[in-house]
């Protein structure tokens, strides 16, 4: 199995030379030469499998040069019953991701029982293990530079905590992120583990790191990389779910069924398309935005309009604020017929700031062949949700995934069960739940004292050299 680059002028490569990496070579994002396609037989034979083996399964079509008896165990120590157990108490664990039926045909995918309460470790942590494994072998260290508002971060610090031959440097706004997503970065007393926050906003830290990562030379002599939410490796992981959920909703092979996503950098429902590529029978693929809806339009009316930075909206589901989608480019790859020629054109446009229209050239009317509809959703709608859904079936649900149950709700159809993907726990937005239900969220045991916890941080200026000193004094730690 090789992977090409969407822009098509970057050589093709093997699984583990695109792993540490970001984006190929000519600027476009990695995909598979061609899917793998499960056959009806072979679809049969996956039903019953538990995580594990079905994580394996799905991934050893999509990994070809790692030995399958290393990939069976680094897939074995990432998905335990003990890293996944942090969610809500009456949750079945040793599912990895349970469904929890909320009626009939309507179910919530559970993809935030991991450290971080978030669907980002269940690909995190894999790659954790991945890189440890990689680096390993090819003798090297690593040292990982992100910017954060957030969830990324702290699921990027979990997962790599403790790992061999990796640091990670994670740069945050000192102020801006709430006490539980602060708490649950600079707590972790780890010491391949360095928080920094700068007196800044999230741009200022997107900024730096941009600066740091432009200075080749720099970057060479310390080694430094990224785990972005273009990493090729993140969407294999979370192929692995939308098929776990397939067969845990479905008695009968070939039933189709609907998921819903959350979304915002296109990553997770990504995943969900090369699930449906693969062979799975999903009907549709329903994309929930936010308040920055630049999907949503797509969806909509064919056309893709990035939007600038300050018209970015900041709203209660933070982590699907975003002015353009960035994994979005592997789908309209796909809908081209993998005309890499014309999604180069399409993203010089992008690049100077400009949208495209994909309706008069007739290719917005292959959209449905996709699977794929939208909708969006706007802080009234998710404070009604998250009331509804607390009433009605006693299930609390943070913000982003009311988004998701929202618009997901406005698409389903009659007899077709309808998954939608739980991507936090309420835990994490206490406000809005608040708001909501008039009541403080529910807390995972073991994060009872979270904000309690000691914390290390290093706060400094928003002053690039001051971070490059930084790193450099302990990039070799
Ligand atoms: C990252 C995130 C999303 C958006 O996922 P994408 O893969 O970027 O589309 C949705 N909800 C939560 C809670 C997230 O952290």
């Not at 039903?47 to 079905?54: F, Q, T, V």
């Not at 790599?160 to 708490?183: C, K, S």
């Not at 800044?200 to 030379?217: A, P, Y």
Request: charge should be negative; glycine fraction near 8%; include cysteine.
């Amino acid at each position: 199995m090789k992977y090409i680059s969407t822009r098509g002028l970057a050589p093709a490569q093997s699984f583990l030379d695109i792993l540490l990496g970001g984006l190929a070579p000519d600027g476009g994002l990695y995909v598979p030469e061609t899917y793998p396609r499960f056959s009806a037989g072979e679809l049969a034979a996956l039903r019953g499998l538990d995580y594990r083996r079905l994580a394996f399964a799905i991934l050893s079509r999509l990994i070809d040069d790692i030995p399958a008896d290393d990939l069976r165990l680094l897939i074995d120590r990432t998905y335990t019953v003990a890293t996944y157990s942090h969610g809500r108490p009456d949750s079945d664990f040793s599912q990895i991701t349970p469904v929890r039926r909320l009626e009939e045909g309507l179910y919530l995918l559970e993809l935030s029982n991991g450290p971080t309460l978030a669907f980002k470790d269940m690909a995190m942590q894999l790659l954790g293990s991945l890189f440890e494994y990689a680096l390993a072998r090819a003798g090297r260290d690593l040292n990982i530079l992100g910017a954060t508002s957030g969830d990324t971060g702290s699921a990027a610090e979990h997962a790599m905590r403790g790992r061999r031959g990796i640091r990670v440097f994670m740069l945050a706004p000192e102020h801006g992120m709430t006490r539980f997503q602060q708490a649950q970065m600079w707590s972790l007393a780890d010491p391949n583990i360095h928080n920094i926050a700068i007196r800044g906003v999230f741009d200022d830290c997107q900024d730096i790191v941009k600066q740091v990562s432009n200075d080749l030379e720099f970057k060479a002599r310390y080694r430094i990389g990224a785990v972005n939410s273009i990493n090729w490796a993140r969407i294999a992981a979370q192929v692995v779910y939308y098929f776990k959920a397939y067969y845990a909703v479905t008695a009968h092979d070939g039933e189709p069924v609907s998921f819903s996503v959350p979304s915002g950098n296109f990553g997770n429902v990504c995943a969900g398309h090369i699930a449906r590529m693969m062979g799975l029978p999903i009907r549709k693929l329903i994309v929930a935005t936010n308040e920055n809806d630049v999907l949503d339009e797509f969806f909509r009316t064919g056309v893709y309009r990035p939007r600038a930075s300050h018209e970015t909206r900041h709203t209660s589901s933070p982590s699907m604020d975003i002015s353009k989608a960035s994994n979005f480019e592997r789908f309209v790859f796909d809908l081209t017929g993998r005309d890499a020629a014309q999604v180069r054109a399409l993203w010089k446009e992008v690049e100077q700031g400009r949208a495209f229209d994909l309706k008069s050239s007739g290719l917005f009317a292959r959209v449905p062949e996709f699977g794929f509809v939208s909708g969006s959703s706007n802080h009234a709608n998710r404070i009604a949700t998250i009331r509804r859904v607390w009433e009605q079936y006693g299930t609390m649900i943070d913000t982003h995934t009311a988004d998701g149950l929202k618009v997901g709700l406005e698409h389903r159809e009659p007899g077709v069960p309808l998954v939608c993907l739980e991507t936090a726990l309420p835990a994490k937005f206490e406000d809005a739940i608040r708001e909501a239900l008039g009541r403080a969220p529910e807390r995972p045991a073991g994060y009872e004292d979270l904000e309690q916890r000691p914390q290390r941080v290093e706060v400094m200026d928003a002053d690039t050299q001051a971070v490059k000193d930084y790193i450099a004094r302990h990039a070799n730690d």
